[in-house]
């Protein structure tokens, strides 16, 4: 097994990084991404149409005979 000093020193690094991410006060990054309205039309037209499907094919509820 070889030893790469170079490996050594990024792995130290990265570890640094990941566990200071963790503390109260680091740096807040927002996750939001915008997405453009063209984008945002098309996939609420193809929710609803995926939606229309699934009603359409939905099997309908059983009539069960209840004995009196």
């Known amino acids: 097994m070889t030893y790469e000093p170079f ?3 990024l ?3 990265l570890t640094r990084r990941h ?9 807040v990054v ?5 997405r453009p309205a063209r ?4 996939r609420l037209r193809l929710a609803g149409s995926l939606r229309a ?15 009196s």
Do not use: T, Y
């Open 30 to 34: 927002s996750d939001e991404r915008v």
């Open 53 to 67: 499907v699934a009603a359409r094919v939905e099997p309908r509820p059983a009539k069960v005979c209840q004995p």
């Open 39 to 42: 984008i945002a039309g098309a």
């Open 7 to 9: 490996a050594a020193g």
């Open 19 to 27: 566990v200071g991410s963790a503390r109260p006060d680091a740096p």
């Open 11 to 13: 792995a130290v690094e």
